[in-house]
């Protein structure tokens, strides 16, 4: 009789028998567990489709001595995806479940291979599973059997599957699974079992419960740790886990609670550990060192412990490493970085001193949107409040006609709308006539000009101000270039606006008045019939925006 014969006698003998007896079931289930181990082709889809799917969930739901084997046969089973749904069908989940309670190791491995292959690809089912409480006991068996290699590696799969639900993650806040995991991360045999667990943090990981759990319970430093270890090499599967675990280590610190408790007032493992990145040869370890950074940097204790700590000349040496042909990445993280440690004041004139404007204008000549993007915003953060430096930055031609290049980026609105705040930013904080003549003289104004006509109201605001200044300062360097762009009619127009912004409106008038004040101009206003404009704002509803208004109509009236 044939391998095939012989399963399918054993598969009609248990469909005919209307009777359980275990002494008459066990060669059957021999028979099959042999053809299935054998990978008789199609031998999975034979047995499902005989019928004796019930019979088997009946020998598990008495939880006979030959639980075990027919737990064997399901798992052998539900390796064919076609036979999961029958599976699912009979019952059979739902009469397995009970057995991962058993105190039998084999039994559990069994069971947990059965269920995680009938349920791999159904959400129902692993919904299904979680309200049945499987979550609990896998943390059990992890922490009950943890030298048992196959057994926690069936147990860490299912988590890994059942991770992306949140009420799997609800049901593990409690369960000190942070504890576990990082044991069986730093006694890892191997990368699979290094991913597998990486991915169940990550996921898991994305409640900020379980962040502030895991920043508490070590695993940032257990993850620092095994990058340690794994540094130096070239195994594609090591590299692998080195990136897994820096954005893990990157995405721990995006809850802020968890983030100060890895940033330990710069003194803990894990800070120096990012330090250290910063100087690796590794591009992955950099970009993530430099994402720390930034994310270190979020409040302004930590910015001004840093920059006492000197992470600063780490950053900018990074950052020159990649000018040329560097990774964008590392670049526009660094940059990153940098902008949020200049926010404090404080910080801004230690930076400036330290020459930090002068280093990162060497990255002027990229041509890169998404660097050029970063590094007009970071030198608009070094100038804000910083007269000083505005009037550098101002005053260096070279800088002026690389921002002009970057104001007609014609494919990035991002580069075009920073490298506009930038130009106004120069004026409004410098306050000097240099940088003015030094912006009109390199066709800045227009940029200006059209900066006010955005559709952020913030920008319109910083464009408006910055043109104020300019015209009080030194209107000859700006009035042709005023009257080109068609300021006047743009203000009417902006003042005129039923739906603009009261702020948008006030900003125009502070430019107006400076106009007013200005022999050269205040003719055009007459003519340009802006007084009806003002008119109708001494009527408005913002007391401070009619009294602007009023002011302004007075000063205008007394020369016309």
């Not at 983030?259 to 330090?275: A, P, R, T, W």
Request: glycine share 6%; with cysteine.
């Amino acid at each position: 009789m044939t391998d095939t014969d012989c399963l399918s006698e054993a598969l009609k003998a248990i469909s005919v028998s209307t009777e359980l007896i275990e002494e008459e079931l066990k060669p059957h289930l021999d028979t099959m567990l042999a053809a299935l181990l054998e990978k008789k082709k199609d031998a999975a889809i034979e047995i499902a489709g005989s019928g004796i799917l019930p019979t088997l969930a009946q020998a598990l739901r008495s939880k006979s001595c030959l639980s075990c084997q027919v737990a064997l046969v399901v798992a052998e089973m539900a390796r064919e995806a076609a036979v999961r749904e029958p599976c699912i069908e009979a019952g059979l989940v739902k009469v397995l479940v009970p057995h991962l309670s058993s105190n039998n190791q084999e039994m559990l491995l069994n069971t947990g291979r059965a269920i995680g292959r009938i349920c791999f690809d159904s959400s129902h089912q692993q919904d299904q599973l979680v309200q049945s409480g499987v979550i609990p006991r896998l943390v059990s068996i992890i922490r009950e059997y943890p030298e048992n290699e196959p057994l926690v590696n069936v147990c860490l799969l299912a988590l890994c599957n059942l991770a992306d639900m949140d009420s799997a993650r609800d049901a593990l806040t409690d369960l000190d699974v942070a504890g576990i995991l990082t044991i069986q991360l730093k006694r890892a045999p191997d990368a699979e079992r290094r991913h597998i667990i990486l991915e169940i943090l990550g996921s898991l990981g994305e409640s900020d419960t379980l962040k502030l759990q895991f920043a508490e319970s070590g695993v940032p430093e257990a993850l620092s740790e095994m990058i340690q270890g794994l540094q130096g090499g070239s195994d594609p599967h090591d590299l692998c886990s080195i990136k897994i675990a820096s954005n893990l280590i990157v995405s721990l610190l995006l809850g802020d609670e968890s983030m100060q408790k890895c940033f330990g007032e710069g003194s803990s493992l894990v800070y120096q550990d990012v330090l250290s990145w910063l100087q690796s040869h590794n591009t992955q370890l950099q970009l993530s060192g430099a994402l720390a950074i930034a994310n270190f940097a979020r409040n302004d204790s930590n910015c001004v412990k840093m920059l006492d700590l000197g992470v600063v000349p780490h950053i900018l040496t990074l950052l020159e490493q990649h000018v040329d042909e560097g990774d964008v990445s590392v670049q526009h993280a660094g940059l990153s970085a940098l902008r949020n440690l200049a926010i404090p004041a404080a910080n801004k004139v230690r930076m400036l001193e330290d020459g930090v404007t002068e280093r990162i204008k060497t990255l002027l000549r990229s041509d890169m949107p998404p660097v050029q993007f970063k590094l007009l915003g970071t030198l608009r953060m070094m100038v804000d409040g910083q007269e000083e430096a505005a009037l550098a930055l101002g005053r260096d031609a070279v800088l002026l006609a690389r921002v002009m290049e970057w104001c007609e980026a014609k494919d990035h609105a991002g580069v075009r709308g920073e490298a506009s705040r930038l130009l106004a930013a120069l004026i409004r904080h410098s306050r000097s006539p240099e940088v003015v003549h030094a912006v009109a003289k390199a066709d800045g104004v227009r940029h200006l000009i059209s900066m006010a006509t955005s559709e952020h109201v913030i920008m319109q605001n910083e464009a408006l101000v910055a043109l104020a200044i300019a015209s009080a300062i030194d209107i000859e360097s700006v009035k042709d270039s005023f009257r080109e762009a068609e300021l006047l009619p743009m203000l009417k127009k902006m003042l005129e606006d039923p739906v603009g912004a009261v702020e948008v409106k006030f900003s125009a008038l502070g430019l107006i008045c400076s106009l007013a004040d200005s022999n050269v101009m205040k003719m055009e206003l007459n003519s340009e019939n802006l007084k009806e404009s003002l008119s109708a704002l001494t009527e408005h509803s913002s007391s401070k925006l009619a009294s602007q208004a009023s002011s302004i109509l007075a000063t205008l009236n007394e020369t016309s």
